[in-house]
């Protein structure tokens, strides 16, 4: 099974600057998702992708947060502008699995907003 | 909406067991999951339960599901310091939203 890329692993902005973060799911998956894991807490939603269309981005703070998934592969996460809160760690997650029942996570993008 | 808890640290001698559990309120989850975090690392999905099954066994592995209490529990038998990692519990409902929905982690700590 082919994994997801996610890049930068870490990245460290100022409060008010732009950050954008990346995801590929590899082989191509329907599904995509975006997570958000704070300090000590399992990650929380923030959107869901099927091909390229956004079905679930009801947890997505659209005042600063947006998000494409362009060509239904690839996908890009960013945050304009950052603030000290949104330091955290963002993860991309694809559907795998033989009835696509088992969600594959990248490793992350760890994010520090000083 | 849908809520997932669990306890928060449990420490374990290597080679004894571990039994790690979690309680969930939507009666409509269709899958449990048990996801393992390493430092530094994204989620590792180790196994995962269907709704209308109460145990599962994957090698050192044992899924345990009462459904009526809703109450999930992962067993690890033999547990190795390589397990020391913190433990996720998730649930998700296949229509509608399917996204996860996670508990806060379980971390464990093996002890030589």
């Known amino acids: 099974e082919a994994g997801v890329v996610q890049s930068p692993r870490y990245k460290i902005i100022e409060k008010k600057q732009p950050v954008a973060f990346w995801c590929n799911p590899i082989s191509g998956h329907n599904t995509l998702y975006w997570y958000r894991q704070n300090l000590g807490q399992g990650p929380e939603l923030l959107i869901r992708?099927?091909?390229?269309?956004?079905?679930?981005d009801s947890q997505l703070p659209k005042d600063r947060f947006s998000a494409e998934r362009l060509k239904g592969v690839d996908s890009t996460l960013k945050i304009q502008p950052a603030e000290l809160g949104d330091s955290a760690v963002y993860l991309c997650?694809?559907?795998?699995?033989?009835?696509?029942?088992?969600?594959?996570f990248g490793q992350g993008t760890r994010l520090t907003v000083v | 909406g849908e809520d997932v808890e669990q306890s928060l640290f449990l420490s374990v001698r290597e080679g004894d067991s571990s039994v790690i559990n979690c309680t969930y309120t939507?009666?409509?989850?269709?899958?449990l999951y048990w996801y393992k975090q390493e430092p530094g690392a994204g989620l590792q999905l180790l196994t995962y339960i269907f709704s209308n099954m109460d145990m599962k066994q994957d090698q050192r592995l044992t899924v345990l599901l009462n459904k009526k209490d809703k109450h999930l529990s992962l067993r690890i038998a033999d547990t190795q310091t390589g397990d020391s990692a913190i433990y996720f519990c998730a649930e998700t409902i296949l229509t509608g939203r399917r996204a996860l929905t996670f508990g806060s982690g379980t971390r464990l700590q093996v002890q030589p």
């Open positions: 939507d009666s409509s989850s269709t899958y």
């Open positions: 992708y099927e091909n390229e269309e956004a079905v679930d």
């Open positions: 997650a694809k559907e795998t699995g033989i009835r696509n029942t088992e969600a594959f």
